[in-house]
């Protein structure tokens, strides 16, 4: 099957700092989705990218459809507390099924 | 709220026991899936549904039985299960069509222990 590598696995940041993390795929990937889920509860689905190049925001977030078809890149500006969480990339190639990455795990110190 | 519930949202169960997770969605989509959420690990695709009709099956033992009697609703019997089964199983739903096939939309989990 399809393998993602997201990194890091986990991170440390103060409040309102910028965030950035990325997935890597070793097949070009014709979607990307970026998901977020909160403890006790399912992934929330944030942005989805289906061309590559594309740069997409959900308010404080963006994420961008990397230009190889085999990454992609989700950016969080000015963090708060409630943006913990763990984030997942997502991402499909050819007729497969989505492939998840293993998640970023996101703390925040207020 | 994503529009996707499943209940129960927490179960525990004996290896002898069986019992059925289910799940509903809201949306209006036609495709459903069961994934398998364990610790340090990336979500694992169990079974995927597509107007009711099974179009995958993962590798997933038979101890686990899906069912889908239409497309809002989908059930995973579960029968002499193992202790290494415990894990949180989301239930998921998108638009059949691609692209938008590729937004799955997961509901809160359900949380099983298996003793």
């Known amino acids: 099957g399809q393998q993602l590598n997201q990194s890091p696995q986990s991170m440390f940041i103060q409040e309102g700092e910028d965030v950035s993390m990325n997935c890597t795929s070793s097949?070009?990937?014709?979607?990307w989705l970026w998901y977020k889920q909160d403890p006790g509860e399912g992934p929330v689905l944030l942005i989805a990218?289906?061309?590559?190049?594309e740069l997409t925001s959900n308010g404080r977030l963006t994420a961008q459809f990397g230009i190889t078809r085999k990454d992609s890149f989700l950016n969080i500006s000015a963090s708060i507390p409630s943006d913990v969480g763990i984030y997942f990339c997502?991402?499909?190639?050819?007729?497969?099924?989505?492939?998840f990455g293993k998640g970023t795990k996101l703390s925040v110190i207020p | 709220e994503t529009g996707v519930t499943q209940t129960p949202r927490h179960l525990v169960m004996g290896m002898t026991n069986k019992k059925s997770l289910k799940c509903e969605q809201h949306?209006?989509?036609?495709?459903m899936y069961w994934y398998k959420q364990s610790a340090k690990k990336p979500l694992e695709l169990m079974f995927v549904y597509n107007f009711k009709e099974q179009t995958e099956n993962n590798s997933v033992p038979s101890r686990f039985s899906p069912e889908c009697p239409n497309s809002s609703h989908l059930f995973l019997h579960l029968h002499t299960l193992q202790p290494e089964d415990s894990a949180l199983y989301l239930c998921a739903s998108s638009q059949s069509q691609a692209p938008l096939g590729d937004e799955q939309y997961f509901g809160p989990g359900t949380r099983l222990t298996v003793t």
């Open positions: 997502a991402g499909r190639a050819g007729s497969y099924q989505l492939t």
């Open positions: 949306l209006g989509h036609n495709a």
């Open positions: 990218l289906y061309k590559a190049g």
């Open positions: 097949s070009i990937f014709n979607t």
